[in-house]
């Protein structure tokens, strides 16, 4: 059994699916949705989860005694952040262009389109 102490999270995997994945996954899925509507490009979406990265480590160190100044942590925590919220920004601009632009673009999956005279 792979034991991921030490690189995913530091005390435990509970308060690591809570805070991290959970509770800022949330709000990371809320803001990769609200770029999207309002047709901001996702490098803003990167540069807001770097910065939310820091408010997620902070908790950490607030709430649990984690480590505030670890850069492998802060990494760990705003690559999970970046993903779901580029999940959720890819989404959304999904559903915008196949709902908005119906005549020229048709789903192909559920984070991509293509245009309708190619099928």
Same mark, same amino acid.
């Given at each position: 059994?792979?034991?991921?102490?030490?690189?995913?999270?530091? #005390?435990?995997?509970?308060?690591?699916?809570?805070?991290?994945?959970?509770?800022?996954? &949330?709000?990371?899925?809320?803001?990769? @949705?609200?770029?999207?509507?309002?047709?901001? =490009?996702?490098?803003?979406?990167?540069?807001?989860?770097?910065?939310?990265?820091?408010?997620?480590?902070? &908790?950490? %160190?607030?709430?649990?005694?984690?480590?505030?100044?670890?850069?492998?942590?802060?990494?760990?925590?705003?690559?999970?952040?970046?993903?779901?919220?580029? &999940?959720?920004?890819?989404?959304?601009?999904?559903?915008?262009?196949?709902?908005?632009?119906? %005549?020229?673009?048709?789903?192909?999956? =559920?984070?991509? %389109?293509? #245009?309708? @005279?190619?099928?």
């Amino acid at each position: 059994m792979l034991d991921l102490q030490g690189i995913l999270w530091e #005390d435990s995997p509970w308060i690591f699916l809570v805070m991290t994945v959970i509770f800022g996954g &949330l709000a990371a899925m809320m803001a990769g @949705k609200a770029l999207a509507r309002s047709w901001r =490009p996702l490098p803003l979406l990167i540069f807001y989860m770097a910065i939310f990265g820091f408010a997620i480590r902070f &908790l950490h %160190w607030g709430l649990f005694q984690g480590s505030l100044l670890s850069v492998h942590f802060y990494v760990v925590d705003t690559l999970v952040l970046m993903l779901i919220a580029a &999940l959720s920004y890819r989404y959304a601009r999904t559903n915008q262009m196949v709902t908005q632009y119906h %005549w020229l673009y048709r789903r192909t999956s =559920p984070f991509s %389109w293509s #245009d309708r @005279k190619a099928a």
